[in-house]
């Protein structure tokens, strides 16, 4: 189901220059920087760059970490997720299934019923409210 059919080029003129760098260049923005870290309307979280729903806002809590947590995805087929073992770190990389936009990591300290931490960049987000 790849679409990622875009030229780098392409990303540049429509995403902004953090957007670009966080979901084209597996960046991470600044931890309490982001727009949804401390963010909590009712609606979806979606992909900034194809606009795939990835999160629930019934999903996301306060992990304390300065990125937007949630602990299960909108649909386990909307994102892959990949072992990172950059920057001297063991993580897995949670990516949109659609457009290979990196999103943040995956983590085990999470609450239940998953006990997972899906740790977002707002950077990689776009919000849609409920109606």
């Not at 189901?1 to 220059?17: A, F, G, P, V, Y």
């Not at 629930?56 to 995805?73: L, M, N, Q, R």
Request: glycine share 8%.
């Amino acid at each position: 189901m790849e679409t990622n059919t875009k030229s780098d080029k392409q990303w540049k003129d429509i995403l902004d220059d953090e957007s670009y760098r966080v979901t084209r260049l597996s960046g991470t923005e600044r931890p309490f920087t982001g727009k949804y870290w401390n963010f909590n309307e009712k609606g979806s979280y979606k992909c900034i760059c194809c606009g795939e729903k990835l999160f629930e806002s019934e999903t996301k809590f306060d992990a304390g970490c300065g990125w937007p947590s949630f602990f299960i995805p909108a649909d386990q087929t909307c994102i892959n997720e990949f072992k990172d073992d950059s920057l001297g770190m063991r993580r897995i990389e949670v990516k949109c299934s659609k457009c290979d936009a990196h999103l943040g990591h995956v983590f085990n300290d999470g609450p239940e019923p998953t006990g997972l931490r899906y740790c977002i960049n707002s950077a990689s987000l776009d919000f849609e409210q409920n109606q």
